[in-house]
């Protein structure tokens, strides 16, 4: 079964500190990720996809993909209390065909 | 901004009865899947369609569960005789494309079964 972790936490970090989540994954054949935010009770919300090796930054979000290493990033700049949430992070990919899988998730605390 | 919707939000059922989950998709989307969210669990993919057939389903997805797309906006998740084991979050969700396309949530029906 191919898989993809992440680190649970709590991840805690003081408001307007930069927060960082980490994904690795198992297919060598991925080809899209995903990171969404889950607030308790809610559906996930994308806030981010990146196809290739490198950055991707979009406001204060910025996730980093490396193939190689097989691990995925998010960067979350000048964090504040309404990012607290649960962050999925979701691989899409050949052995995988057309579905999202997704990892357990982090919880982040941002802490005013 | 279109968004996927879903209806019923909570729905209460009791074990052995049916139950229909609906979805609208987003209207130029032509993927749509299914998801499932157990309470403290991982999201998992229930199943896949696309041109109106299943195009990928999981080993959950089983004798007991159909999907249908009715009309032209309508996609239903019908799970025939309930389990305990399916009481769960059930997201919808919908894509334009499938190369790496990005799949946008619905807000999920809560199934609770007694």
């Known amino acids: 079964q191919k898989e993809v972790e992440q680190n649970s936490g709590p991840l805690s970090v003081p408001e307007g500190a930069i927060a960082s989540l980490n994904c690795t994954y198992s297919?060598?054949?991925?080809?899209?990720f995903f990171w969404y935010r889950q607030y308790s009770g809610k559906s996930p919300e994308l806030i981010m996809s990146?196809?290739?090796?490198g950055d991707k930054e979009d406001g204060r979000f910025t996730a980093q993909l490396n193939k190689a290493s097989q691990y995925v990033s998010l960067l979350i700049r000048d964090s504040q209390p309404s990012d607290s949430a649960t962050y999925l992070c979701?691989?899409?990919?050949?052995?995988?065909?057309?579905?999202?899988?997704f990892g357990a998730g982090t919880i982040l605390r941002v802490e005013s | 901004e279109p968004e996927v919707t879903q209806t019923p939000s909570h729905q209460v059922t009791q074990m052995g009865q049916e139950v229909i989950l609906r979805c609208v998709p987003i209207?130029?989307?032509?993927?749509f899947y299914w998801y499932r969210q157990i309470l403290g669990q991982k999201v998992e993919f229930l199943v896949s369609f696309y041109n109106n057939e299943i195009s990928e389903k999981s080993e959950i997805f089983d004798d007991q569960f159909s999907v249908e797309r009715p009309d032209g906006s309508n996609f239903t998740l019908k799970i025939r005789s309930t389990k305990l084991e399916d009481s769960a979050m059930y997201f919808c969700?919908?894509?334009?494309?499938?190369?790496?396309?990005?799949?946008?949530f619905g807000p999920g029906t809560r199934l609770t079964v007694l």
């Open positions: 297919d060598r054949g991925s080809q899209s």
């Open positions: 969700a919908s894509s334009g494309d499938s190369e790496g396309g990005e799949q946008f």
């Open positions: 209207s130029n989307h032509l993927y």
């Open positions: 979701a691989v899409k990919g050949m052995e995988y065909g057309n579905k999202l899988v």
């Open positions: 990146i196809y290739s090796n």
